[in-house]
């Protein structure tokens, strides 16, 4: 009976622990759509990642899908980027954390909309905090700088 003196405070530990609660807001393709409305066609530059959005055989911008660590769990995300390199629009895609989920809400996001490679992007700079999320709003900031970085200038 030595062994449930070690698995009785274990199973307490674990079940004590908060829970995660994934929700998925969009797919891939419904935040393609919402990205580029007028897109008639999304073709992958870089396989499960990048596409570009095309309409009436124009380039109307690339759309780059990423995950980033919110606290604990994966946050996937994506960034809308314009054919000059600009951020057009960040959507979550799907949040796992029980809570910050904040990051989500449309006047969060909208702060990236404009914004380039070579703009700062700093929490608590040019990006607000969410207080409860700012492991969240940190690394989804860190992300949306990074696709900057990459991306920004070599898709045009």
């Given at each position: 009976m030595s062994?449930?003196?070690?698995t009785v405070?274990a199973?307490?530990?674990l079940s004590?622990a ?11 393709e419904?935040?393609?759509?919402e990205?580029?409305?007028?897109a008639t066609h999304?073709?992958e530059?870089?396989t499960?990642r990048?596409?570009?959005?095309e ?13 980033v ?9 994506a960034?809308?980027l314009?054919?000059?390199?600009a ?12 809570y ?6 449309s006047?969060?996001?909208a ?10 992007l700093k929490i608590?700079?040019d ?5 409860g999320?700012?492991?969240s709003s940190?690394?989804?900031?860190e992300g949306?700088?990074?696709?900057l970085?990459?991306?920004?200038n070599?898709l045009r």
């Amino acid at each position: 009976m030595s062994w449930v003196r070690y698995t009785v405070p274990a199973a307490a530990i674990l079940s004590a622990a908060s829970p995660a609660y994934a929700v998925r807001y969009l797919s891939i393709e419904e935040a393609q759509k919402e990205a580029f409305p007028s897109a008639t066609h999304f073709s992958e530059v870089q396989t499960g990642r990048v596409w570009k959005a095309e309409a009436a055989g124009k380039v109307v911008g690339f759309f780059v899908f990423d995950r980033v660590v919110g606290k604990h769990l994966f946050i996937d995300y994506a960034v809308a980027l314009t054919p000059a390199g600009a951020v057009h629009k960040v959507e979550i895609l799907e949040y796992r954390e029980s809570y910050g989920g904040e990051i989500r809400s449309s006047s969060w996001l909208a702060q990236f909309a404009g914004k380039t490679s070579s703009s700062a992007l700093k929490i608590n700079g040019d990006i607000r905090n969410i207080a409860g999320a700012t492991l969240s709003s940190t690394h989804v900031t860190e992300g949306v700088k990074r696709i900057l970085a990459a991306y920004g200038n070599r898709l045009r």
